[in-house]
């Protein structure tokens, strides 16, 4: 929601509508990566939908400092959201490892 907003608040240049534009795209699919994940049929398919999630993570990353570096927005009006996005990373990248742990584990619960 916090991107919804910013991109609402971008300037009107074409420039940061354009950045702006591949921000909320990227960072919403986010979101929906992840219920993708939770719907899975299998391990495997949880696996690659969250991996897809941090793959937009890093995505809306990129376009956050692309409007830094093109002086659109303050870097101090993101600082919130990028530790936000690293903090969405830790906790899937803890989703994947946990589950790829699970899969080496027979149904004893002993590792193979």
Known sequence: ???I????ALP?????QVIGKQLLRSATSVGAHF???TRGRSKAEFISKIEGG????EESKYWMELLVDADIIPQQRLNGLMAE???LMAILI???KNTRMKQLKPEGGKEI
Not at 5 to 8: A, C, G, N, T, V
Not at 54 to 57: A, D, P, S, T, V
């Open 12 to 16: 009107k240049i074409t420039e940061a």
């Open 54 to 57: 941090l793959q937009k993570l």
């Open 5 to 8: 907003r910013l991109y609402s």
């Open 1 to 3: 929601m916090r991107v």
């Open 85 to 87: 996005a690293d903090e």
């Open 94 to 96: 803890t989703c994947v």
């Open 35 to 37: 219920r993708e994940a």
